[in-house]
């Protein structure tokens, strides 16, 4: 069973910049893609950025130059650095790790982006 913890949720303005962490119960970046997703009030759930078992990444076209999904092995864990912020980027954003059938979710943090 993989844990995930994620944390680095914060009330900021926008134009401001924060970084997403998600802390994995062991080491599964070789074995699971893992993945940011967020979901505003009232709005289905949405793949932000996803990085692969080989380092490769992929984004929402809505955050592509602003936003930054990373990993370090050794530490197990996964980020999202967020710069230029909108209000549109607010929203309760959660880790994923999948492997197969196998799809594992963290609580999710809040981001707040006021104007």
């Known amino acids: 069973q993989v844990q995930l913890v994620e944390s680095g949720g914060a009330l900021v303005q926008a134009g401001g910049s924060l970084r997403l962490s998600c802390a994995a119960s062991g080491s599964i970046f070789s074995t699971h893609t893992m993945a940011w997703y967020r979901q505003a009030p009232g709005m289905q759930r949405e793949l932000v950025a996803v990085i692969f078992t080989g380092g490769s990444t992929n984004y929402a076209d809505d955050v592509k130059g602003r936003f930054t999904i990373s990993r370090d092995n050794a530490k197990n864990t996964m980020y999202l650095q967020m710069n230029s912020l909108k209000t549109e980027d607010t929203a309760v954003y959660y880790c994923?790790?999948?492997?197969?059938?196998?799809?594992?979710w963290g609580q999710g943090t809040q981001v707040t982006v006021s104007s």
């Open positions: 994923n790790a999948n492997r197969g059938y196998n799809s594992y």
